[in-house]
């Protein structure tokens, strides 16, 4: 349509605003997540789609390049990777918004000389949105990624209940252990700024016990401050005592709360803390008018051989909905240097995942 524009935003406020009230809506294209990517060598351009004057798509855009020592050698090729991490943000049920939104990726990714683009949107494979956009996705060449940045899947609560509702909805043994570690003296409090080496080192011990990736604290103080300063993520502590062990950052965006990050001790765990943890995280998000709760994280598929098997079953005990995602789609820009970077991304990855299973938080 010849009323639609697009702008780049330069303005926070204003783009946190607009983002927080479109459909399809996510918090890492935030303009604090884009803000945050740049420590490890991504820059943010954000997308703003008009009609008339009204909003009515964004795209946080980030772009990595490869090392400067090599452009030198190859500026004839492609030298960056282009990604719209749990976007863009639209209706898509719309596909001819759909269609006017990739359109513009595209021709961003080719004026960034990037290899390919990739965006993994917040939408439901089983729905009718969902089966129109992967229609429009493969119609315009775009493939669906072997690389998954994000999790495909996840788990979702609706806050929309009343606690007592919320309460009765949980698996009987999970209502029980939040009951449980309320009675054996599990105290959650709020955390600040000054709490965040203590929560960093239950991360890392619950890495190092269940084989996730964790980077150096530098780059997770960067994350949580900046996000808790604009007042986008809570620290939550559970003590017994007067001891930590353990605790969580709950992401706040629009309508939705994200269960991020997790970590506890060995200590006390007969007492439960981990399920009241989340109860009162739960019960932190409604409160604030959230109206979803994400979990963050689901298997693949649905098989107890699955790593994430028993964070599944943790997370279904308090009556969170499967709910499997589109996941990770490509557009390659260069199809040869595509075709290299994703049969040698594969072994690298496979590299990792030998020295650690998954990376839990978000990317």
């Given amino acids: 349509m010849s009323s639609q524009t697009v702008q780049v935003a330069d303005n926070r406020e204003a783009w946190n ?13 935030s303009w604090e997540w884009g803000e945050t990517k740049a420590q490890t060598g991504w820059t943010a351009r954000r997308l703003l789609f008009l009609d008339e004057g009204a909003p009515i798509a964004a795209a946080s855009l980030l772009v990595r390049r490869v090392h400067p020592a090599l452009q030198g050698r190859l500026s004839c090729f492609p030298l960056a990777i282009a990604y719209v991490p749990r976007g863009p943000a639209l209706d898509y049920a719309d596909v001819s918004l759909l269609d006017a939104v990739l359109t513009r990726l595209e021709d961003e990714a080719r004026r960034a000389r990037a290899i390919f683009i990739k965006i993994d949107p917040d939408v439901r494979a089983d729905s009718a949105a969902g089966a129109a956009t992967q229609a429009t996705l493969r119609r315009r060449g775009w493939l669906p990624s072997a690389e998954q940045i994000q999790f495909r899947n996840t788990m979702v609560l609706d806050l929309t209940q009343g606690e007592d509702a919320l309460l009765a909805a949980m698996k009987q043994k999970t209502r029980y252990n939040v009951r449980l570690a309320q009675k054996r003296g599990v105290r959650v409090r709020g955390g600040t700024e000054t709490d965040l080496p203590t929560f960093y080192r239950l991360y890392a011990h619950t890495g190092e016990r269940d084989g996730f990736l964790v980077r150096p604290y530098a780059y997770y103080e960067t994350v949580w401050v900046t996000f808790l300063r604009a007042g986008l993520a809570h620290l939550l502590l559970a003590e017994v005592e007067g001891e930590t062990v353990g605790g969580l950052i709950l992401f706040r965006f629009g309508d939705t709360a994200w269960y991020f990050y997790g970590a506890s001790t060995d200590l006390h765990r007969e007492r439960m803390p981990n399920h009241l943890l989340q109860w009162e995280a739960i019960r932190r998000a409604r409160a604030q008018g959230c109206r979803r709760y994400d979990f963050w994280g689901a298997p693949d598929e649905l098989d107890e051989k699955d790593p994430l098997w028993g964070v599944y079953r943790f997370k279904e005990g308090f009556g969170g909905e499967f709910v499997r ?4 789609w490509d557009f390659p820009v260069s199809r040869p240097l595509y075709w290299l970077y994703t049969a040698a991304m594969p072994r690298v990855l496979a590299a990792m995942r030998r020295r650690h299973r998954i990376n839990i938080g978000p990317e």
């Fill in 325 to 328: 995602g589109l996941g990770a």
């Fill in 17 to 29: 605003a607009v983002l927080a009230r479109l459909p399809g809506t996510h918090v890492l294209q």
